[in-house]
C-alpha cells in the first residue's frame, strides 16, 4: 500500500496528464500531496475532501490520481463505518468516484485499478453479480498482470461462495473462455 502511494507521488506531471487539454496546475499538485499524506496517516476525511477538490478543478496534471485516490479513500472509509447506512453510502460514492474516471479518461492508465475499486465497492455492497462483472472485464483486457491477479482472486471469492447463479457463471465463462 504504501508503496502504491509512493508511486502515485512520484509520478511526473506530463506522465500523469491523463486527460485531454490537461494543464499543469500547482494547487492542484498542493491538494493531491495534502490527501496522499493525510490518507497514509489514515485522516481520510481530509483526504476525501483534498481528492474531491483536485477532481472538482479543470483537468489538470493529478485528475485521474486524484480520482483514483478519491475512491480507495471511500472504500477505506465505508470500511471504518463497519455496516450501515454510512458504510453504503461511502461504497456507493466509490463506484461514482471510479466511474467518473472510468468516464473522463476511459484509456487512463488508472482504469484497470479503477475497474478493480469498483467491484471491491460492489461485493462490499453485497452486489456481486456488478462485482463479477468488474473483476471479468478487467481479465477481459489488456490490464496489468497484477491487476488481472487480484480481479481473478476476487472472481474466484465470488464463484467459491456461490455468490453469484449458475446462468451469471456461465455468461463469464463464455465470455472469458474455459481456460481463464
Do not use: W
Not at 47 to 58: C, L, Q, Y
Not at 94 to 110: D, G, I, Q, T, W
Not at 116 to 142: P, V
Amino acid at each position: 500500500m504504501l508503496a502504491t502511494l509512493i508511486a502515485l507521488t512520484c509520478l511526473s506531471s506530463a506522465a500523469e496528464a491523463a486527460f485531454e487539454g490537461a494543464r499543469y496546475r500547482r494547487d492542484a499538485e498542493r491538494h493531491f500531496t495534502r490527501g496522499i499524506t493525510a490518507y497514509g496517516r489514515d485522516d481520510l476525511d481530509v483526504a476525501r475532501a483534498s481528492f474531491r477538490a483536485v477532481a472538482d478543478m479543470p483537468a489538470n496534471q493529478r485528475s485521474g490520481a486524484a480520482l483514483l485516490m478519491l475512491s480507495r479513500t471511500l472504500i477505506r472509509l465505508g470500511d471504518g463505518f463497519g455496516s450501515g447506512p454510512e458504510a453504503a453510502a461511502a461504497y456507493s460514492a466509490a463506484v461514482s468516484a471510479s466511474r467518473e474516471l472510468m468516464k473522463r479518461a476511459p484509456n487512463s492508465r488508472y482504469t484497470a485499478d479503477a475497474r478493480l475499486l469498483t467491484g471491491d465497492a460492489y461485493h462490499q455492497l453485497k452486489r456481486f453479480y456488478e462485482a463479477a462483472t468488474e473483476y471479468a472485464r478487467i481479465l477481459d483486457s489488456t490490464a496489468p498482470l497484477a491487476v488481472q491477479a487480484s480481479a481473478a482472486e476476487r472472481l474466484a471469492g465470488i464463484v467459491r461462495n456461490r455468490a453469484i447463479t449458475k446462468g451469471a457463471l456461465d455468461h463469464f465463462r463464455l465470455q472469458l473462455g474455459d481456460a481463464r
